[in-house]
Structure formats: structure tokens, C-alpha cells
């Protein structure tokens, strides 16, 4: 099992940061892919970024030379820098590992809300 818990939301105005932080817990050594999804009101969970044990990482369009994933210094911790937010950024964020058998794990979501 792996525990996920996101904090580094809020709200924010339009063209302003922020960055979400996960860190996780228990069986880490087994995690081969973090990421972060969001999923805003009426739609579904969508992929924003993840990224791999050998750093490798992929981004949604949408957030494209905009937001940054990186794996902070302990292994156990990801980060997504995001910058130049609009309301279309406005969603729950979830934090989520998936191990070396394919099994997802998800955080309980820290809220982002871009408005002026």
C-alpha cells in the first residue's frame, strides 16, 4: 500500500503561481510513476503531469510550458510547479502513484482555484 497526502493549494488570481506538493508513505520502493491529475466540477479527472523513477515526464496539452514536475531531493516526494494559472486551471488536484504491478494510488485532492 501507499499513502498519498497533497498540500499547496489555494487560491490564486489569473497569471499567478502556485506549487502542489505530494508526498507519499509506505511501500515507496514499489512506485514507478507519480503524477498529478485534476478534475473540475461536471468533468472528469483529467492527466496534468507525471513523471518516472528515471525522471522522465509527460505533460497534458493544456499545461504545457506552464506547469513543472519534479521529484523533490527524498524519493518519496513530487512537486508541481505551476505558473501563468487561468480559470480553466480551476480543479481538484490529486496526487497519484502507480506501482511496478500497475496499481494506482491517489491522495485525498487539495483544491486550486484561479479568479480575480
Known amino acids: 500500500q501507499v499513502q498519498l497526502v497533497e498540500s499547496g493549494g489555494g487560491l490564486v488570481q489569473p497569471g499567478g503561481s502556485l506549487r502542489l506538493s505530494c508526498a507519499a508513505s509506505?511501500?515507496?520502493?514499489?512506485?514507478?510513476?507519480m503524477g498529478w491529475y485534476r478534475q473540475a466540477p461536471g468533468k472528469q479527472r483529467e492527466l496534468v503531469a507525471t513523471?518516472?523513477?528515471?525522471?522522465?515526464?509527460n505533460y497534458a496539452d493544456a499545461v504545457k510550458g506552464r506547469f513543472t514536475i519534479a521529484r523533490g531531493n527524498v524519493k518519496n516526494t513530487v512537486y508541481l510547479h505551476m505558473k501563468s494559472l487561468n480559470p480553466d486551471d480551476t480543479a481538484e488536484y490529486y496526487c497519484?502513484?502507480?506501482?511496478?504491478?500497475?496499481?494506482?494510488?491517489w491522495g485525498q485532492g487539495t483544491q486550486v482555484t484561479v479568479s480575480s
Open positions: 497519484n502513484a502507480r506501482n511496478i504491478w500497475s496499481v494506482d494510488f
Open positions: 509506505g511501500n515507496i520502493f514499489s512506485i514507478n510513476t
Open positions: 513523471i518516472t523513477t528515471s525522471d522522465s515526464a
